[in-house]
């Protein structure tokens, strides 16, 4: 679980839940000047399924969020997100 957390990711990702499952992400500000949320499965590093992954009250600023882009894995399913302020 992350929970109120706030993150400025400048040139990069504000957050980059990857190769992950039973992620819940809640009442957080992630801001970046790439993708505020990008959720992915790289190849050779980690291409582990993803699952289960809620992003729920709260804010993306810049893009996003992400799905699947760079990802390389066999599925990425149940993913839910609810309640968010995009500026």
Do not use: Q
């Not at 992630?30 to 009250?57: C, H, Q």
């Amino acid at each position: 679980v992350v929970d109120n957390v706030k993150v400025f990711g400048l040139r990069r990702d504000a957050f980059d839940p990857t190769g992950c499952r039973n992620l819940v992400a809640r009442n957080s500000f992630f801001w970046s000047y790439d993708d505020s949320v990008a959720i992915k499965s790289f190849p050779l590093i980690n291409a582990f399924p993803v699952e289960n992954i809620l992003i729920e009250n709260s804010v993306l600023a810049n893009h996003g969020p992400v799905v699947g882009y760079e990802s390389d894995t066999d599925y990425m399913r149940k993913i839910t997100f609810r309640n968010l302020d995009i500026l």
